[in-house]
Antibody, heavy 118, light 111 residues
C-alpha cells in the first residue's frame, strides 16, 4: 500500500524557519517525482515545489522561490521542504504528493499544518 | 488569482447532472498539457478523481467523467449523490511557469 506521511509542521514566528518531512512507503521512491502542495485555511490548493527521482532537478512556484528548498533522501524514502524567511501568508496545510506517469498526483499525504504568527 | 479558472460553486439536486469548467491558456491546457481533477472531502486530503483528461482511477464510479477541448476542460457528474458534496480542483502543467498549476476550486453542493 502506498503511504505518504508528513511531519514537521508547527507554529513559527515570521522570519523563522521550518523543515517539513514526508516519509513514503509502498513504492520504489526513486522512480517518482515528488511534490509539495499547500492549502491556506479555507482556500484552494497551490503547488509549491517538485523534485525528480534522483534529486538533480527541482522547480518552485514564484511565491516561494529563493525561500524554500525541496530535497530528498532516497536511502530514507523521504522528501523534505526547507522553509526559510517564513511569512504570515505561508501559513497552510502542506501536503506531499506523488506524481504518476501522466503527471497527475495519484497519492497524497494527510498534510501537516504550518502556522506563521507572532 | 489562480492560473486555471473554475466557478467558485455549483449545485444540483440528487440525481441531476452538473458540470464544472476549468479554463486555462496557451501555456497550459492549450499547449496540450493534460488536465487532472481532484475531489477533496471536508477535512481530508485531495484524492485523484480524473487523470489524463478523461481517465478514472478504479475507485471512481462512472458517474464522473472528464473532457478537454482547446484551452478548457470540464468535469461532469451525473446522478448526483449526497456523498459527492465536496470541493473539486483541476490541475495541469504550465510551461511558462515550469510547474504545476491548480484551479481555484469549485464547491459542489447537493441540494
Amino acid at each position: 500500500e502506498v503511504q505518504l506521511v508528513e511531519s514537521g509542521g508547527g507554529l513559527v514566528q515570521p522570519g523563522g524557519s521550518l523543515r517539513l518531512s514526508c516519509a513514503v512507503s509502498g513504492f520504489t521512491f526513486i522512480d517518482y517525482w515528488m511534490h509539495w502542495v499547500r492549502q491556506a485555511p479555507g482556500k484552494g490548493l497551490v503547488w509549491v515545489a517538485r523534485i525528480n527521482g534522483d534529486g538533480s532537478s527541482t522547480s518552485y512556484a514564484d511565491a516561494v522561490k529563493g525561500r524554500i528548498i525541496i530535497s530528498r533522501d532516497n536511502a530514507k524514502n523521504t522528501v523534505f521542504l526547507q522553509m526559510n524567511s517564513l511569512r504570515v501568508d505561508d501559513s497552510a496545510v502542506y501536503y506531499c504528493a506523488r506524481e504518476d506517469s501522466v503527471s497527475s498526483f495519484d497519492s497524497w499525504g494527510q498534510g501537516t499544518l504550518v502556522t506563521v504568527s507572532s | 488569482q489562480s492560473v486555471l479558472t473554475q466557478p467558485p460553486s455549483v449545485s444540483g439536486a440528487p440525481g441531476q447532472r452538473v458540470t464544472i469548467s476549468c479554463t486555462g491558456s496557451s501555456s497550459n491546457i492549450g499547449a496540450g498539457s493534460d488536465v487532472h481533477w481532484y475531489q477533496q472531502l471536508p477535512g481530508t486530503a485531495p484524492k485523484l478523481l480524473i487523470y489524463g483528461n478523461t481517465n478514472r482511477p478504479s475507485w471512481v464510479p462512472d458517474r464522473f467523467s472528464g473532457s478537454k477541448s482547446g484551452t478548457s476542460a470540464s468535469l461532469a457528474i451525473t446522478g448526483l449523490q449526497a456523498e459527492d458534496e465536496a470541493d473539486y480542483y483541476c490541475q495541469s502543467y504550465d510551461s511558462s511557469l515550469s510547474g504545476s498549476v491548480f484551479g481555484g476550486g469549485t464547491k459542489l453542493t447537493v441540494l
